[in-house]
């Protein structure tokens, strides 16, 4: 079948979230499929990034966001009854640029990537076309969780946002042959929200061969951190646990580290990393891998987290036991849990670290090897897809 797949970022290089997932579909689809991509790229380093897929897609178009005009359409969007989301991923000429597609190369079925780029697969050139909407975790739910924890102006766009977008996703689930979730959790909030609608779930995977660490287990008893770094959930968790945590890890543990890794560090958690040398914020880095390998421990304290995290699958297929909120133990597969222990409390997640610190090189690698992750490569949990999106071209039975 040919596919047109619509991704709110370019699928590459897959070192955050969104795009692992994104590439890891492309790849699988294009093996088998037709694939042509159109991506929002949000800077000059990600619109580079699209000659990297030539060899995997039939065709890729990337069209460039700017920050200003997205936030000068967020502010207008305030007055409106649109969506942030829809505000700020659109673009003046990806209508035209769909139209010229579908000329020359009409998709058997859209596969739009989660809720942002749904509302283009249901309007002109493609709304008479079938789409399956990978919503990965459930947006609205997000939005709320961040009403609910944030104040002042921004809980109340954050509440707004969830409230809007919850509609839309309603009206997408409703209208598309199929939607995809990541896991069990946000199958169970997406069927509140459009009942009766498909909802399939295809789970993330790990890449196994990457990941596995090349060498014994680290004796530096270093905690390590990752995530990017201006998504206000990791950015909260990163602060918190700079200025709740590490001192008292410090002052049980004064050969401790802490290394914080993503890209774009906010200017608060730079300034708190400063005060204390045992502190790492390393900003971009060309590959996370070397950073888990040579830690004792991995760490996601991340009191808001929808669907899955990644990184809690890399650190524990790098060989680390990890430490998680209980807002990220829930989306995890059950797989995976025995190399986990849940902390939410500022002494709970100290507690847990300096145990961690205190065992044997040995005994932490044992416990990340208590993991099944041989059935979560991305083979596995993505063997669904295919049969999903040819269930989606049937004709559609009308009921009386």
């Not at 700017?66 to 829809?86: V, Y």
């Not at 199929?178 to 995977?205: F, H």
């Given at each position: 079948m040919r596919i047109l797949y619509l991704t709110h970022r370019l699928p590459y290089a897959p070192n955050r979230g969104d795009r692992i997932r994104a590439y890891h579909m492309l790849r699988h689809l294009a093996a088998r499929h037709a694939v042509d991509l159109v991506s929002f790229v949000h800077d000059d380093d990600e619109q580079l990034q699209a000659s990297a897929l030539a060899d995997v897609a039939s065709s890729t178009t990337?069209?460039?966001?700017?920050?200003?005009?997205?936030?000068?359409?967020?502010?207008?969007?305030?007055?409106?009854?649109?969506?942030?989301?829809?505000?700020?991923?659109?673009?003046?000429?990806?209508?035209?640029?769909?139209?010229?597609?579908?000329?020359?190369?009409?998709?058997?079925?859209?596969?739009?990537?989660?809720?942002?780029?749904?509302?283009?697969?249901?309007?002109?050139?493609?709304?008479?076309?079938?789409?399956?909407?990978?919503?990965?975790d459930v947006d609205s739910e997000k939005w709320a969780d961040l009403g609910r924890a944030g104040i002042g102006p921004k809980h109340w766009i954050y509440r707004r946002e969830a409230?809007?977008?919850?509609?839309?996703?309603?009206?997408?689930?409703?209208?598309?042959?199929?939607?995809?979730?990541?896991?069990?959790?946000?199958?169970?909030?997406?069927?509140?929200?459009?009942?009766?609608?498909?909802?399939?779930?295809?789970?993330?995977?790990?890449?196994?061969?990457?990941?596995?660490?090349?060498?014994?287990?680290?004796?530096?008893?270093?905690?390590?951190?990752c995530g990017v770094m201006n998504y206000a959930p990791n950015a909260a968790a990163a602060e918190w646990l700079v200025r709740e945590v590490w001192p008292h890890v410090r002052a049980a543990r004064p050969d401790a580290a802490l290394t914080i890794v993503g890209a774009h560090p906010t200017r608060r958690l730079c300034e708190l990393a400063r005060t204390d040398a045992s502190i790492e914020v390393t900003g971009a880095v060309p590959d996370v891998r070397p950073f888990l390998w040579k830690a004792a421990v991995a760490v996601a304290p991340l009191t808001v987290a929808r669907g899955l995290q990644n990184k809690v699958l890399e650190a524990v297929a790098a060989g680390l036991p990890v430490i998680a909120s209980r807002a990220v133990v829930e989306g995890l597969p059950a797989e995976v849990l025995p190399a986990c222990s849940q902390a939410d409390s500022s002494d709970d997640v100290v507690d847990q670290i300096l145990s961690t610190l205190a065992m044997a090189p040995l005994e932490r690698r044992a416990i990340a090897r208590g993991a099944a992750l041989?059935?979560?490569?991305?083979?596995?949990?993505?063997?669904?897809?295919?049969?999903i999106l040819s269930a989606a071209l049937r004709p559609v039975r009308l009921t009386a």
């Open positions: 990337a069209i460039r966001l700017r920050r200003r005009d997205m936030l000068t359409r967020a502010a207008a969007a305030l007055a409106s009854g649109r969506t942030l989301t829809h505000a700020m991923l659109d673009s003046p000429v990806i209508r035209g640029l769909l139209a010229e597609i579908v000329s020359a190369n009409r998709p058997d079925i859209v596969l739009a990537y989660c809720s942002g780029m749904a509302r283009f697969a249901m309007e002109p050139p493609l709304g008479r076309i079938p789409f399956v909407v990978d919503l990965v409230r809007r977008l919850r509609q839309f996703e309603r009206q997408a689930m409703r209208a598309a042959r199929a939607t995809l979730v990541v896991n069990a959790r946000e199958r169970q909030s997406a069927a509140t929200i459009a009942e009766g609608a498909r909802v399939e779930v295809v789970a993330n995977g790990i890449d196994l061969s990457r990941f596995r660490p090349p060498y014994q287990a680290s004796s530096a008893p270093t905690v390590v951190f041989e059935c979560l490569d991305w083979r596995h949990r993505l063997a669904p897809l295919d049969a």
